[in-house]
Nanobody
């Protein structure tokens, strides 16, 4: 059974940085990718980024909202995925969810419990 545990959320001022981590304790061959989604207040959950375990190939949200500011990476030895978030904006405020599934992670098969990121202006 896949278990995803996130950490690293918190409160940060606009322009600051945070790094989210997610440990996958039940990684299997049927889940060849992990990534991050987020749900902002009053909005639907949206895709942020994904990375494939085997070669580190990445995919980001098809918008300018995160491009150039967020970087996803993985550490295979630790079964851990990271989301480095720089130049944070108040509109990045959301609950960030770790997810596991098949690349490019159009659909998540497993979810973490979520971690709150709040960016103050």
């Amino acid at each position: 059974q896949v278990q995803l545990v996130e950490s690293g959320g918190g409160l940060v001022q606009a322009g600051g940085s945070l790094r989210l981590s997610c440990v996958n304790s039940g990684r299997t061959f049927s889940n060849n990718a992990m990534g991050w989604f987020r749900r902002a207040p009053g909005k639907e959950r949206e895709f942020v980024a994904a990375v494939r375990w085997s070669d580190g190939n990445t995919r980001y949200a098809n918008s300018v909202s995160v491009e150039g500011r967020f970087t996803i990476s993985r550490d295979n030895a630790k079964n851990t995925v990271y989301l480095q978030m720089n130049v944070l904006k108040p509109e990045d405020t959301a609950v960030y969810y770790c997810a596991a599934g098949n690349y490019p992670l159009l659909i998540a098969l497993s979810w973490g419990q979520g971690t709150q990121v709040t960016v103050s202006s």
